[in-house]
């Protein structure tokens, strides 16, 4: 089964969305949440989406998103907005899940 990535912390402060994807395998998926949502919208979105080079499914939590102003239709082409029923689907079909901070 894929591993799921749930990425939390900021582009602008973290590392961990580039480590993520540099260590992510073809068919893993990456989940961003919390301030992890800023990789997903604008240029920062272009530039995830490139670094994911359609090797990793890409999705942003609508509700974190929405807790930091930002809204789902600015979501960079190619990631994929979930609410929380969408991130526990997520969870039952990937193993394992890996947090990175």
Do not use: K
């Not at 939390?8 to 973290?14: A, F, L, M, R, V």
């Not at 609410?83 to 997520?90: H, R």
């Amino acid at each position: 089964m894929a591993v799921l990535h749930l990425v939390n912390g900021s582009p602008h402060g973290s590392r961990a969305l580039a480590d993520c994807l540099l260590r992510a395998g073809a068919g893993d998926a990456v989940l961003l949440i919390e301030d992890g949502v800023y990789a997903a919208v604008g240029s920062l979105g272009a530039e995830t989406t490139r670094l994911a080079a359609g090797r990793v499914a890409l999705y942003a939590l609508v509700p974190d998103l929405a807790a930091r102003g930002l809204a789902a239709s600015g979501l960079a082409a190619d990631i994929v907005p979930v609410d929380y029923a969408g991130f526990v689907a997520l969870t039952t079909t990937h193993n394992p899940i890996q947090s990175w901070f």
